[in-house]
Structures are given as structure tokens and as C-alpha cells.
T-cell receptor, first 117, second 117 residues
Framework: AQKITQTQPGMFVQEKEAVTLDCTYD???????LFWYKQPSSGEMIFLIY??????QNATEGRYSLNFQKARKSANLVISASQLGDSAMYFC??????????????FGKGTHLIIQP | EAQVTQNPRYLITVTGKKLTVTCSQN?????MSWYRQDPGLGLRQIYY???????DKGDVPEGYKVSRKEKRNFPLILESPSPNQTSLYFC????????????????FGSGTRLTVV
């Protein structure tokens, strides 16, 4: 079973509108972190925002916020007031565990976001 | 500047010709990892390392080797490249001290676009 599911392969959004990118995850580990990365056409992976499994509040970083619903195992990324420069691939990822076992980020397949003027 | 440096950025090679992609980080991170990115599949982990001389397989290790002789370096070796290894490769590093490790994200290099003909 997929550990990270992003159900939107592509999205078109009008500039200045808010955008919600969906992400659901699957883990039995009580300790995990959820991450969102942006990949522009140039190819680099840019870290956007992090949410820990024990965090009580939703994470925010500037125009980015994470709508964390633990019981539903969802971690949607919200971009407020979208800009043309937000056009990119967006990946949701998860890191599990407290150390000592297998490690790494598990990625979803990504959402290709295009902001239209 | 804190960074992960990969070289080369672009590489075209022929089937069977051994190659090495270098990766170096200057943040004194314990964890390092290699990923490959293919269209529609997201990023998949090839190998990871928790510290010097400690490496383990990720999800897609076949056809790859790694070594971690020094903390800062984590080269990826393709002994006999094949066309199905044509991909975009990322090296990444993460802190490992202070639990839980799930609190920490990975910092990514700029990527190496490999074509095997």
C-alpha cells in the first residue's frame, strides 16, 4: 500500500486564489514528520513546511500552511494568494520513527501546479 | 553556506561504462541518502547511510553501490549502467542527533540528470 497519496496529478489555479494540495499518509508509527517540497522547472527540491505528529497546532510558513488532520491522516498544503512563481511540482513526504531502524523520506507522486494569470 | 553538493549536474554515458556521482555536505549531518526521480513515480530511495561505514538499501538499490568512508561524502556508484537507470538523481542529508529523527527534514542537492544510451 502507498504510504503517501497525492490524488491530484495536476491543478490549474488563477493567480491570487488560494490553493489546497491534498496529501494523505499511512503509518503505524506514532512518531513521524510530514514535509512538503517544491520542485520548480529548474529541478531543485525546495523545503517548504514541516508538521510533526505530536504538534498540536498546524504549521505555517509565510504564505504556506499545513492543514493537519491526524485522525484522517491527512496533511494538505494550503498556499494563500497564489503567485505565478508558485507554478511547480509539489511533493508531500513523510519520515517515520525515532531512530534505529530504516530511514529516509517516503514521497508521494506529486502534484503539478500551474498558476494562470 | 550550508549545502549539499552533487557532481556532475548532467551526465550522458554509454551502457556498461562505470560511473560515480559524487555528493558532499558541509553541515556535519549524520544521515545521507540517494534518491532517483522518474516521471509519475515521485522520488524513490536508493540507499541511505546513518553514519560513517553504516549504509543500507532503500527501495530501489539494484544496480547501485554506495560508500561512506567520511562523514561528509556519500558517492553513488553505477558499476555497469543500463538505460533503465536514466533518471534524475538527488543526494540529501539530514541531522541525526537528538531524537526523534522524524523531526528533521532532508536538505537536497541540486540533482544529477543521468542519461544512459
Amino acid at each position: 500500500a502507498q504510504k503517501i497519496t497525492q490524488t491530484q496529478p495536476g491543478m490549474f489555479v488563477q493567480e491570487k486564489e488560494a490553493v489546497t494540495l491534498d496529501c494523505t499518509y499511512d503509518t503505524s508509527d506514532p512518531s513521524y514528520g510530514l514535509f512538503w517540497y517544491k520542485q520548480p522547472s529548474s529541478g531543485e527540491m525546495i523545503f517548504l513546511i514541516y508538521q510533526g505528529s505530536y504538534d498540536q497546532q498546524n504549521a505555517t510558513e509565510g504564505r504556506y500552511s499545513l492543514n493537519f488532520q491526524k485522525a484522517r491522516k491527512s496533511a494538505n498544503l494550503v498556499i494563500s494568494a497564489s503567485q505565478l512563481g508558485d507554478s511547480a511540482m509539489y511533493f508531500c513526504a513523510m519520515r517515520e520513527g525515532s531512530g534505529g531502524g530504516a530511514d529516509g523520506l517516503t514521497f508521494g507522486k506529486g502534484t503539478h501546479l500551474i498558476i494562470q494569470p | 553556506e550550508a549545502q549539499v553538493t552533487q557532481n556532475p549536474r548532467y551526465l550522458i554515458t554509454v551502457t556498461g561504462k562505470k560511473l560515480t556521482v559524487t555528493c558532499s555536505q558541509n553541515m556535519n549531518h549524520e544521515y545521507m541518502s540517494w534518491y532517483r526521480q522518474d516521471p509519475g513515480l515521485g522520488l524513490r530511495q536508493i540507499y541511505y547511510s546513518m553514519n560513517v561505514e553504516v549504509t543500507d538499501k532503500g527501495d530501489v538499490p539494484e544496480g547501485y553501490k554506495v560508500s561512506r568512508k567520511e562523514k561528509r561524502n556519500f558517492p553513488l556508484i553505477l558499476e555497469s549502467p543500463s538505460p533503465n537507470q536514466t533518471s534524475l538523481y538527488f543526494c540529501a542529508s539530514s541531522p541525526g542527533t537528538g531524537l526523534p529523527i522524524s523531526n528533521y527534514g532532508y536538505t537536497f542537492g541540486s540533482g544529477t540528470r543521468l542519461t544512459v544510451v
